[in-house]
T-cell receptor, first 113, second 115 residues
């Protein structure tokens, strides 16, 4: 079985500052990793995914994430955030050969002026 | 093109009543998922369809919950004898195939409130 831990329930940050949202996973098999964003009153939108290959993955809206197998982590980063990045961010894992996507509890990113 | 559509967007029902939640996936997507998201939590897997059949229903909490996808497109999640603890946002997602190469596309969800 797979599981995801998002250590921070809420991350406040000022506009134009860098941000890192942490994600750790647990799995007995190889995994695919994802970050989704949920804006208020909207559905989940895929930010980026890691399937294989380069461990640094770039996504939409200037976000990137790095897969670290030894630390079983997939932290999300952005060098300079905007007010519009305020949203809930979910890390998710899927075991290769499986179809079930398992989500973490989410991190609320609050960007203030 | 249209995304995943879920109806109704909001549903209020009384404890003990029966409800149906509908999901229209992206045209051509063979895989369909139902998730439940309670306040302050991440989406929790309920059931996954590949075509018309339920390939994995391990997340359904009890036998009051049932889902169908009779023609391999639209799906209905059915909840019998609703309880206040069933209140949550029910999310539907679809994908074009198998595994990580076919990411899930989510609808906006149905917010169910059981009074």
């Amino acid at each position: 079985a797979q599981s995801v831990t998002q250590l921070d329930s809420q991350v406040p940050v000022f506009e134009e500052a860098p941000v890192e949202l942490r994600c750790n996973y647990s799995s007995s098999v190889s995994v695919y990793l994802f970050w989704y964003v949920q804006y208020p009153n909207q559905g989940l939108q895929l930010l980026l995914k890691y399937l294989s290959g380069s461990t640094l993955v770039k996504g939409i809206n200037g976000f990137e994430a790095e897969f670290n197998k030894s630390q079983t982590s997939f932290h999300l980063r952005k060098p300079s955030v905007h007010i519009s990045d305020t949203a809930e961010y979910f890390c998710a894992v899927m075991g290769t050969g499986f179809q079930k996507l398992v989500f973490g509890t989410g991190t609320r990113l609050l960007v203030s002026p | 093109g249209a995304g995943v559509s879920q109806t109704p967007s909001n549903k209020v029902t009384e404890k003990g009543k029966y409800v149906e939640l509908r999901c229209d996936p992206i045209s051509g997507h063979t895989a369909l998922y139902w998730y439940r998201q309670s306040l302050g939590q991440g989406p929790e897997f309920l059931i996954y369809f590949q075509g018309t059949g339920a390939a994995d229903d391990s997340g359904l909490p009890n036998d009051r919950f049932f889902a169908v996808r009779p023609e391999g497109s639209v799906s209905t999640l059915k909840i019998q004898r609703t309880e206040r603890g069933d209140s949550a946002v029910y999310l539907c997602a679809s994908s074009s195939g198998h595994g990580g190469n076919s990411p899930l596309h989510f609808g906006n969800g149905t917010r169910l409130t059981v009074t």
